[in-house]
């Protein structure tokens, strides 16, 4: 995939190329990879060439020991893609606990879009449901034809409380 961007209209910079990184703050890595591995149905993101580890990368190139703490990088705490088209995913150990609401959240729209029969997309949604929850995930409430609206979706959290909605 060409992710260089056309030029610009002149008198316009040229946009640099760019990919998108997803990073979700938490707890335990270990404890969200496995899930949204299957979620997203991405692969382990592979620690660079010529090293066993991300850890043997990161201190390779000189991270400090401090910054690296404990097990980190030992196992897989980044997603990828294996089609190339998503964005890699890093799931980021913090201290401090999850508090409040997302202010951003994932919709993984698995129901087909509007072009698709509202029963079909519900019985898409709902399979999926089904198989996240039995991966970890919570049920919060779902969204069924609110306010007459020709929509479905169900709003869950991940294993540690991250909300994202199916769609």
């Not at 969200?32 to 190139?61: N, S």
């Not at 996240?132 to 969204?143: F, I, R, S």
């Amino acid at each position: 995939m060409d992710r260089t961007a056309p030029p610009e209209p002149s008198g316009r910079p040229e946009r640099p190329e760019m990919t998108l990184q997803l990073t979700i703050d938490c707890a335990d890595p270990q404890r969200l990879v496995p899930f949204w591995l299957e979620a997203l149905r991405y692969v382990p993101d592979p620690p660079p060439a010529g090293h066993a580890t991300w850890r043997a990368y990161w201190e390779a190139i000189g991270v400090p020991e401090e910054e690296l703490g404990g097990d980190a990088g030992e196992l897989p705490e980044s997603i990828v893609d294996p089609g190339g088209t998503g964005p890699r995913v890093w799931f980021q150990r913090v201290p401090e606990p999850k508090t409040v609401k997302n202010r951003v959240h994932l919709d993984l729209k698995v129901g087909g879009g509007r072009e698709v029969p509202l029963a079909l997309r519900r019985e898409r949604v709902d399979g999926e449901v089904s198989r996240l929850t039995a991966l970890g995930a919570t049920v919060l409430y779902a969204m069924d034809r609110p306010n007459g609206m020709d929509y479905y979706a169900v709003v869950l959290q991940d294993p540690e409380g991250n909300e994202f909605c199916l769609v």
